[in-house]
T-cell receptor
């Protein structure tokens, strides 16, 4: 029921921006898009969520396509601490997929 | 401090010996959920609860039971554990089971069934 698609993995360099994509082509009009991340040996943590408009918080930005079939999580300056598995989910029952592993190179 | 607390953090048990993993939150959240995480399979939902006395199956409920007698607690019960339930378990909670509320996760319980 995750119904979101992410790449299995991505690499980025430290202090560069990184754009993490997610496809959710079957999203309904009331589904919020949520992003969580899981650092090694920790439980998942909330990153950001949105419905239609782009959203910003202290951790990241979320860009939502106009048709809402895709979204992009933007880390403006990746740090080594951002290396994690990132999960994009349509918030309903809070179902997750396999996520996407982000590697940040020094 | 707002948190979701799971106990124990680590558990080794034998096949067939009933066990309970506790989950407690101090944020007065209505929604709670259990997940298991296995290599290559991501987070899979076991059970969730929209509020007290309201529980429902997730994607992988076989072999598990839950109860929600009070808002803060959502224990996961394995009546007769088997080795295929060896996994890392996470509990989560959110203010409501609706879309506009963030979820908080516990630190996990690593269960080994031998």
């Amino acid at each position: 029921d995750a119904k979101t698609t992410q790449p299995n993995s991505m690499e980025s360099n430290e202090e560069e921006p990184v754009h993490l994509p997610c496809n959710h082509s079957t999203i309904s009009g009331t589904d919020y898009i949520h992003w969580y991340r899981q650092l090694p040996s920790q439980g998942p943590e909330y990153v950001i969520h949105g419905l239609t408009s782009n959203v910003n918080n202290r951790m990241a930005s979320l860009a939502i396509a106009e048709d809402r079939k895709s979204s992009t999580l933007i880390l403006h300056r990746a740090t080594l601490r951002d290396a994690a598995v990132y999960y994009c989910t349509r918030r309903g029952k809070l179902v997750f997929g396999k996520g996407m592993k982000l590697t940040v190179n020094p | 401090e707002a948190q979701v607390t799971q106990n124990p953090r680590y558990l080794i048990t034998v096949t067939g010996k009933k066990l309970t993993v506790t989950c407690s939150q101090n944020m007065n959240h209505e929604y709670m959920s259990w997940y298991r995480q296995d290599p290559g399979l991501g987070l899979r939902q076991i059970y969730y609860s929209m509020n007290v006395e309201v529980t429902d199956k997730g994607d992988v409920p076989e072999g598990y039971k839950v109860s929600r007698k009070e808002k803060r607690n959502f224990p996961l019960i394995l009546e007769s554990p088997s080795p295929n339930q060896t996994s890392l378990y996470f509990c989560a909670s959110s203010l409501r089971g609706t879309a506009n509320t963030e979820a908080f996760f516990g630190q996990g319980t690593r269960l080994t069934v031998v």
